[in-house]
């Protein structure tokens, strides 16, 4: 697998030399800096693709070319925005950069409620607490009729966290939530994600999974005209948040997907992180099935908890089966061309005391604990494909 690494772009704290230093041979990159909805101009692909390759390594994944929430509501001016879509693809194609990691979430994208929390080595890992996340929807949000998608336990639970909450605890739960995280698509007020919720809601699962459909039919045939592949990343958490419709969370969401436009152009991003959140979700089953259209992979760990809850562990002690996961995606690269390695990055990486007090780091995103990540990630790597070589 190529080894790869999420840069943020010519302002990003981490520059391309410590990137290349820490060992990656490809980048993962979007151009953050224009409007969700734009087309992005053949030069300006071209000079951030430079950027890149001078400092030794290749643009491997665009993650991501977001998608205006016109195309996924299907409302507004979602077919200028396909349109717009479609001339990005030709445009990256004829760059040369051919891998596309996209999402279908509605209204947050990745969510977190605890971006700091304390691992027993002092380090700071990203947590997902239900609990938390209840209290915050029902009892400081206060969704329309939100109650209604949790137990009594679980409302009884959470008000008594919510009661227990410092206002400066309260300011920051909501912060973590709903104020944007990396490589999402910005963030929200109160009132903005109440009515972002409806709209979504209002739409129920079918109808959205339908809209994503109806997306790729407009832009896969692009794509491969292009040359460029396309693959969703799964939704995170792997489960309804707000009461929101999430039509990227199973085996079975990635298998419609995968058959909705049959193409070789058509795929997905396997992030273990994502996908292993939920305990029904078999990582290397999912290998086995979608492999030929898996084109790209974050791999990531996570502990799970009985209501929902989980943190991203270390990548080598979680609960997902990272071995024989890693495996797996081997034995799918050996049966691919040699020339079309899978690209993989260790995805977000915890924080450790050298970072701790830098205002610039990005949640997930230090450099050190990806450097950690990645270094155990290509041990792994490198054993496995030593025990091939001697079979």
């Known amino acids: 697998m190529q080894e790869t690494w999420r840069w943020f772009g010519p302002t990003d704290s981490i520059s391309l030399r410590q990137i290349r230093q820490a060992g990656a041979t490809g980048v993962v990159s979007s151009l953050y800096e224009i409007p969700t909805g734009d087309v992005w101009p053949l030069d300006k692909i071209l000079e951030h ?44 194609g004829k760059a040369g950069v051919d891998t596309v990691c996209y999402n279908f979430m509605p209204v947050v994208d990745w969510t977190r409620t605890n971006l700091s929390y304390a691992m027993p080595n002092a380090s700071q890992a990203l947590r997902f607490e239900m609990t938390d996340f209840i209290a915050y929807d029902v009892y400081m949000l206060a969704r329309d009729n939100a109650e209604q998608d949790y137990s009594p336990e679980q409302l009884a ?66 794509a491969e005209s292009a040359g460029v592949k396309m693959c969703i990343h799964p939704d995170d958490p792997p489960f309804s948040l707000f009461g929101l419709p999430r039509v990227v969370s199973t085996a079975d969401d990635a298998r419609a997907i995968i058959n909705a436009v049959e193409s070789a152009s058509n795929g997905i991003t396997l992030c273990a992180g994502s996908f292993g959140a939920r305990a029904d979700n078999d990582l290397v089953d999912m290998v086995k099935a979608f492999g030929p259209n898996i084109f790209f992979v974050h791999l990531r760990n996570v502990k799970r908890e009985a209501d929902g809850s989980f943190y991203e562990s270390d990548h080598l002690d979680g609960d997902n089966d990272m071995l024989g996961l890693i495996n797996a995606l081997l034995d799918e690269e050996g049966a691919r061309d040699k020339a079309h390695s899978i690209p993989m990055r260790p995805d977000h990486g915890h924080l450790m005391d050298e970072e701790m007090d830098r205002p610039d780091v990005r949640p997930g995103y230090s450099y050190a604990g990806r450097m950690k990540s990645l270094a155990e990630l290509r041990g792994v790597i490198h054993t496995l494909e030593s025990i091939r070589s001697t079979q």
């Open 49 to 92: 693709k430079a950027l890149i390759e001078d400092a030794g390594m290749n643009w491997a994944v665009v993650e991501s070319v977001p998608l205006h929430n016109d195309i996924k509501t299907r409302t507004g001016e979602y077919e200028k925005y396909i349109e717009n879509y479609k001339e990005t693809l030709v445009n990256l």
């Open 157 to 222: 639970t959470a008000k008594q966290r919510f009661d227990e909450l410092s206002n400066e605890e309260r300011v920051l739960l909501e912060k973590n939530i709903i104020a944007g995280l990396p490589g999402g698509e910005g963030s929200y007020d109160r009132a903005g994600i109440k009515a972002a919720i409806a709209q979504f809601i209002a739409i129920g699962t079918e109808n959205y999974r339908q809209h994503l459909f109806k997306f790729l039919e407009g832009v896969i045939p692009s």
